[in-house]
Nanobody, 116 residues
Framework: QVQLVESGGGLVQPGGSLRLSCAAS????????LNWHRQAPGKEREWVAT????????TYADSVKGRFTISRDNAKNTVYLQMNNLKHEDTAVYYC?????????WGQGTQVTVSS
């Protein structure tokens, strides 16, 4: 059974930083791309970033490019999202996502609130 558990969210001031983590189990982690998505209040869920299975290729939404960094540790079955220079509009629930065995799997999400 695929499980994804996010952590690391919280309240941060504009311009601040947070690092999110997503611990995975139930599948061969190093074989799969991993994604981060987010959903702001009243908005649809949107894609944020993707990292290849080996970690050697990353892509980002334009809204976070240059500020967020996705990385992974295949020895720890964990994917990270380093978020710098946070803005009010980054406030959202952040979700880890993987497409494993022909099904999309989501974590429960972690809340990030950017406020002064």
């Amino acid at each position: 059974q695929v499980q994804l558990v996010e952590s690391g969210g919280g309240l941060v001031q504009p311009g601040g930083s947070l690092r999110l983590s997503c611990a995975a189990s139930g599948f061969t982690f190093s074989n799969y791309r991993l994604n981060w998505h987010r959903q702001a209040p009243g908005k649809e869920r949107e894609w944020v970033a993707t990292i290849s299975s080996a970690g050697d290729s990353t892509t980002y939404a334009d809204s976070v490019k240059g500020r967020f960094t996705i990385s992974r540790d295949n020895a720890k079955n964990t994917v990270y999202l380093q978020m710098n220079n946070l803005k009010h509009e980054d406030t959202a629930v952040y979700y880890c996502h993987a497409f494993v065995r022909f099904r999309g799997s989501w974590g429960q999400g972690t809340q990030v609130t950017v406020s002064s």
